[in-house]
């Protein structure tokens, strides 16, 4: 098969680009929220900064404006604000990364091939993998950022003398660091990775290659450097070294949507082409996609579950690595039948996940949207505690519902206790203290008595929450009377979640109000 008239298979002609790009749109195209993980903690998120110091929020969060490696996203949707209201901004500006992500990946096969290679579309399901369903926006977005990144690293490598490639990614790397930190390190990585071994086929010795590549890539450090000798401190936690059982656990969820065998399924798939191509002659790796592959391989074994309060360091550039790695994949030349089957091949499986994925996000969306019945019933500015059935980690279909308090936040202005407050990585802080520690997430999520990490029980937190601070109580997953304090009227429920009023005992007795269904 031909393509735009100049003689080009059809997976390298421009309308195969432009309709992979415009497919990848689709899964997020018809939910009104990106029904993500965390999402709706970014939603109330970027409530709070759009609104900063203005009342009501302002009696309930302070917003201590600071560069830090971690507002790609806010910066997008602040910008906007202006013109769109927080939540078509955070739809406009998340559903762009996944086509983003996408053009970032051809660009870089185009680059590093001189074409496009047929595995090229076993690749783009993964810009939805697992780091974009948990919500790590800034993440996913400075992920994209820096697979472009290295695309024109490779470019302007073979196309114009290294300094100007080096002046060019001094604010390149800049705002790839103020998107996610995470991103930046990613796109140091794969740079070093691409030089190297460019170096390598230029005929230089490896460790000569090795010392010149990381000069030219040690001017793109500066944001961090600048982050640690003047920024604002990263207080979080960092831990959790070497976790095998969890890593082999990220590899099977590198897809992880909604069907655990389907999305298995699709990752042993990946590894088998993977293997597959390391194996046969008749397939092999392009050095300068497969040297950042590994050094992306050998990071994630290396790197800790838990860095300075970031969650799960070492799962985030997996996806990355697999990209780029499936990416580097090339057919020998004199094997055109085989090309043709890998691309068809290829193109079936991006449209099967693209497909599965927009009934995925339907369903969650749905989800999602049957447990906001009661947030019209919430005074605006009040104070919410929120307590939510957390699923195990061993559960593969999360119902999504963790960060839901975020929409609270952005509809009705409430003060919760499911915000992230760690300094360094947000730019908040709560300004209730008699309220901790159910002030800040993760006190919102219950988990079972023997999960790790577990930090909130839900009979102690109905007991101890501090009523001075907090006048209504939405129980997420736990249904009507589960919260049996005496001071809780229930005011609304949908069989499966209530919301609770708190009556002070100076105002009202005791309400014996049915529950509307």
Known sequence: MQGDGDGLPWWQTRWFVLAAILASGLPLLWP??????????????????AEAGQPPLARHYAVHWAPIGNLGVEGLVLALHPLLDVEPASHLVVGLIPPVTVAAMLWLAREAHGRMPPAAPFALPLAFALPFQLGFVNFALAAALA???????????????????????????????????????????????????????????????????????????????????????????????????????????????????????????????????LRSKRLSFAPVLGVPALLGLVAFLLLPRLYAGGAYVDMRILPGTVAVALLAIRVAPDEAALAKRLALAGSGFFALRIITSIAAFALFARGQQAELGGLPLIPAGAALLVLVDEPSTAAWENPRLAHLDGIAIARRRVFTNGQWAIAGQQLIEPLHPGAAPLDRDPSQLVRRPDAPWRQTGFDQAIAGFDRATFSYVWTIGFPAGRAGAADLAPVWSNGRSALYRVVRPSKARLSSATVPR
């Open 147 to 277: 697979l472009a990144g290295l695309a024109l690293w490779i470019r302007l490598a073979r196309r114009s003398r290294p300094w100007v490639r080096i002046l060019l990614f001094v604010p390149i790397a800049g705002l790839v660091w103020l998107c996610h930190s995470f991103g930046w390190a990613m796109l140091g990585l794969f740079a070093f990775g691409a030089e190297w071994a460019m170096r390598r086929e230029r005929g230089e010795p490896r460790g000569g290659a090795a010392l010149r590549a990381a000069l030219c890539c040690a001017p793109m450090a500066w944001p961090q450097l600048l982050a640690a000798t003047g920024g604002v401190g990263l207080a979080g936690d960092t831990g959790d070294w070497f976790h095998l059982a969890a890593k082999a656990q990220w590899i099977a969820a590198l897809l992880r949507e909604r069907w655990k065998a389907y999305d298995v399924a699709c990752v042993i798939l990946l590894a088998l082409l993977l293997w597959t191509a």
């Open 32 to 49: 009104a929220l990106p029904p993500l993980v965390d999402m709706p903690g970014h939603l109330g998120l970027y409530r709070i900064m």
